[in-house]
């Protein structure tokens, strides 16, 4: 089993900034992807940003220029660097890895709010 824990979620002001961590610990894999997906109250789960194993990224056009995706491999650690914040970042945010042959795990999410 492989498990993914999220950290670095809090409140913000609008224009703040936050860092995301997922460590990700368990049985060995290897990923095809990971990401970081949110999901606001009411609403559906959305992908924010993801990083393909070839090291290509891919992010959702609200956040593009504000979030960053990274990876430290030898921590197994991915992040996400938000900038900028807007009060309409809040929500949920999850960890996502999928691996190859293509299981799809999960953290249990950290909270991002932003204030206006």
């Known amino acids: 089993q492989v498990q993914l824990v999220e950290s670095g979620g809090g409140l913000v002001q609008d224009g703040g900034s936050l860092r995301l961590s997922c460590a990700i610990s368990?049985?060995?894999?290897?990923?095809?992807?990971m990401g970081w997906y949110r999901q606001a109250p009411g609403k559906q789960r959305e992908l924010v940003a993801a990083?393909?194993?070839?090291?290509?990224?891919n992010y959702a056009d609200s956040v593009k220029g504000r979030f960053t995706i990274s990876r430290d491999a030898a921590k197994n650690t991915v992040y996400l660097q938000l900038n900028s914040l807007k009060p309409e970042d809040t929500g949920v945010y999850y960890c996502?890895?999928?691996?190859?042959?293509?299981?799809?795990?999960w953290g249990r999410g950290t909270q991002v709010t932003v204030s206006s």
């Open positions: 996502n890895l999928e691996t190859i042959p293509g299981w799809n795990y």
């Open positions: 368990g049985s060995i894999f290897i990923a095809k992807s």
């Open positions: 990083l393909a194993r070839a090291g290509t990224t």
